[in-house]
């Protein structure tokens, strides 16, 4: 199946830092979706972003996939950004997808 | 609905037990997705059903667990013989694949076998 791979594992920064984060891919996808899981485990959708750039406030994604890799950009982090970052992508002809691990976010204020 | 909806949003059962699990998606999507999440674990796929049929039911992990949407709505996961590894969020998903696969997810359910 496809593999997913979410980097880095764990990143802790100070309010008001940027960040990048990082998914790759192993296989061609029609459907990539970041999604932030809050503290009680609910999954947040951030951008359904099969290939392209889109934007939303302070947090931007950019899906290249022809190079089978996407990145989430948080600017101006705040504490309520904490939490697990989730990408997950549908391969090609398959019906469901497929989570990486995550990035777990601490913002110290 | 305005959203997944999803129910008991806990349950704690016995080991042996039999459990049922609601899930209630978007209204007029026609794709359902069941997820299970362990702790520490990205979400793991058990079955997903585009209207009334289990499309792809390749991730449930044994002839224990077993999923219906009778009506190509609501959803129920069902689980057999209950055993504490079974403890988990199991979280429900809809979609409407039409020209957009976005999937959006409910809160979960946060099954404890004991």
């Known amino acids: 199946g496809i593999q997913v791979e979410q980097s880095p594992p764990d990143l802790i920064l100070q309010e008001g830092a940027n960040s990048t984060l990082r998914c790759n891919f192993s296989d061609s996808v029609n459907n990539l979706q970041w999604f932030h899981q809050n503290p009680w485990g609910q999954l947040i959708n951030l951008f359904y972003i099969p290939s392209g750039t889109k934007q939303n406030g302070r947090l931007s994604a950019t899906t290249v996939a022809t190079e089978r890799y996407s990145l989430l950009y948080i600017s101006s982090s705040q504490t309520t950004d904490s939490g697990v970052y989730f990408c997950a992508v549908e391969r090609l002809g398959a019906q469901k997808l497929v989570f990486g691990q995550g990035t777990r976010l601490t913002i110290n204020p | 609905g305005a959203g997944v909806s999803q129910t008991p949003s806990n349950k704690v059962t016995e080991k042996g037990k039999y459990v049922e699990l609601r899930c209630d998606p978007i209204s007029g999507h026609t794709a359902l997705y069941w997820y299970r999440q362990s702790l520490g674990q990205g979400p793991e796929f058990l079955i997903y059903?585009?209207?009334?049929?289990?499309?792809?039911d390749s991730g449930l992990p044994n002839d224990r667990f077993f999923a219906v949407r009778p009506e190509g709505s609501v959803s129920t996961l069902k689980i057999q013989r209950t055993e504490r590894g079974d403890s988990a969020v199991y979280l429900c998903?809809?979609?409407?694949?039409?020209?957009?696969?976005?999937?959006?997810f409910g809160q979960g359910t946060r099954l404890t076998v004991v």
């Open positions: 059903f585009q209207g009334t049929g289990a499309a792809d």
């Open positions: 998903a809809s979609s409407s694949r039409r020209d957009r696969r976005e999937a959006f």
